[in-house]
């Protein structure tokens, strides 16, 4: 059951790795905070622009 609860997650991954390009937003804190779970410290900005189609 969690699988199916899980597979639109996946699609939108999917799509966004396919059709976008990534760019990490500049002047972000991106030193590490290891607990409770690895992450950014100030989080991860990110902005999304569509590939153009070939």
Partial sequence: MV???AQPMG???SL???GYDWELVPG???SF???PFPHPRSGLEVRF???REV
């Fill in 16 to 18: 966004l790795l396919r």
């Fill in 49 to 51: 622009s569509r590939r």
């Fill in 3 to 5: 699988l199916a609860e």
């Fill in 33 to 35: 905070v290891p607990l």
């Fill in 28 to 30: 972000q804190d991106l």
């Fill in 11 to 13: 699609v939108i991954l």
